[in-house]
């Protein structure tokens, strides 16, 4: 039986308790795993009130419900709760645990800034643990082994330690917030867990490495702090950007000249060779993919004639991989960029354009997923003009740039690990699959 199994049939009977959503007891059951991984045996948490309301955190046999005999332990605070968790603060000392929570809430909307304030002001002055959180209590030997303790070791003594939880997808990992006691805010770590993870963690490293020397004007990137295994995880430390800083509105030209600047790391390179090499790792990647239906459709369209004469004529450079509004920050002092674990180089320019215009499209479901990409193509004319890339170019970069996502989510197996938009069957592939087929009677004359 795996964790999330064990956490519906924990689900309280009709009368004891208010339901919770599933995506709730999967984030709960996901808490549980990486307190397993982060806090091994003997540690424990005891959970509050009746335990058969909650699922066991930290493994089987390791949670306790409050009124047993409890040794001495520090408390975390589960914010806002058990329903919609989103982040587990230690609930001492206070300005630690606010820190945490203002920092989480970046960037944000206006409203939802006004709450993240509000829930920071609670758990300062000592309330929040009871009002807006589910206090829970870590127990563990002072010279036990835990992440807490070889984080101390490596980064300083005077550290603390917020997980955040994240929804399901298949390279979710455990992300970690660091700051001091007084709140002032040290870095993040992320864990590589399991292979896909692992192999994240480890390219994310030295992605940072390659920029630290790039040095792409206009962006401001994490600093690697520290990168090492601990009881079979990778953990990469990763310094704070300055998220705090007043933000402003970014506009198409300062995104673009960015974006960019990235794209020229490794130098620009103009079809022919390159456009082979690029098809070629493609392909060599899709090979990973399960056997199926996506799997065929994604190799047929990139074997069709008008991709493979197209990409002769395409520019290649690098991309971010991931470049989303949720990962940047507008500021004075310029782009605050972070989560380089998918940068890559040698893909058609203009990628990253095309990432950020669909992302924001899509999320948070604002508009249909498979209308946005479908729309992708059309909307590729403009947003890759700052580029020079011209409209065909621009048609088949977005029908590229279709395949390449979608072959991320089939070799990742989104769909399997429950991701939010995790089946590119059911968005990517069929917007795909109609712009090759447009393009191809444009090129036979038929369009």
């Not at 307190?35 to 540690?43: H, K, N, R």
């Not at 058969?52 to 709760?81: E, K, N, Y």
């Not at 991309?319 to 509004?325: E, I, L, V």
């Not at 059309?378 to 020079?388: D, N, S, T, W």
């Amino acid at each position: 039986m795996g964790i999330l199994d064990s956490v519906r049939d924990a689900r309280p009977a009709v009368g004891a308790a208010p339901p919770l959503h599933l995506a709730d007891w999967e984030r709960l059951a996901y808490l549980s795993e990486v307190c397993g991984l982060l806090w091994p045996a003997p540690a424990e948490i005891t959970l509050p009130g009746d335990a058969s309301r909650w699922p066991r955190i930290g493994g089987p046999g390791r949670s306790r419900h409050r009124g047993a005999a409890q040794p001495a332990g520090r408390d975390f605070v589960l914010v806002p709760g058990v329903r919609h968790p989103r982040l587990l603060v230690p609930a001492a000392p206070r300005a630690a645990a606010a820190a945490a929570l203002r920092q989480y809430g970046q960037p944000r909307s206006w409203t939802a800034h006004l709450g993240v304030t509000a829930l920071a002001l609670g758990l300062a002055s000592g309330l929040g643990g009871t009002l807006f959180g589910v206090r829970v209590r870590m127990n563990a030997p002072p010279d036990g082994d835990s992440i807490e303790s070889y984080l101390r070791s490596v980064i300083s003594p005077d550290i603390r330690v917020a997980v955040r939880l994240g929804p399901a997808r298949a390279n979710r990992k455990p992300v970690l917030q660091l700051l001091t006691a007084a709140g002032e805010p040290v870095g993040f770590v992320k864990i590589g867990s399991n292979a896909l993870t692992r192999d994240l963690v480890r390219a994310e490293r030295a992605s940072l490495a390659r920029l630290e020397h790039a040095a792409p004007r206009g962006i401001t990137v994490p600093r690697v702090l520290h990168h090492d295994q601990w009881r079979d995880l990778d953990v990469l430390v990763l310094s704070s950007l300055p998220v705090w800083q007043r933000r402003r509105a970014v506009s198409r030209a300062k995104l673009s000249a960015a974006i960019e600047a990235v794209a020229r790391i490794d130098g620009l390179q103009q079809g022919g060779a390159a456009g082979e090499a690029y098809l070629c790792q493609l392909r060599g990647r899709l090979a990973a993919a399960d056997d199926g239906p996506g799997r065929a459709a994604v190799l047929q369209a990139t074997e069709t004639r008008v991709v493979v004469d197209g990409c002769a004529r395409l520019t290649y450079g690098s991309w971010h991989g991931d470049w989303s509004p949720w990962n940047m920050a507008s500021t004075g002092n310029g782009l605050l960029v972070w989560d380089w674990e998918r940068f890559a180089s040698g893909v058609p320019l203009g990628f990253d354009a095309l990432h950020h215009w669909l992302q924001t499209e899509v999320n948070p479901r604002h508009r249909d997923p498979r209308e946005a990409a479908g729309d992708c193509p059309r909307q590729a004319v403009e947003l890759l003009a700052p580029f020079g890339v011209a409209p065909m170019e621009a048609r088949l970069t977005a029908a590229l740039y279709l395949a390449d996502v979608a072959t991320r989510y089939l070799v990742d197996r989104q769909a399997q690990a429950g991701a939010p938009l995790g089946d590119p069957c059911t968005w990517l592939i069929p917007a795909l699959v109609a712009e090759v087929a447009q393009l191809s009677a444009w090129q036979n004359g038929k369009g």
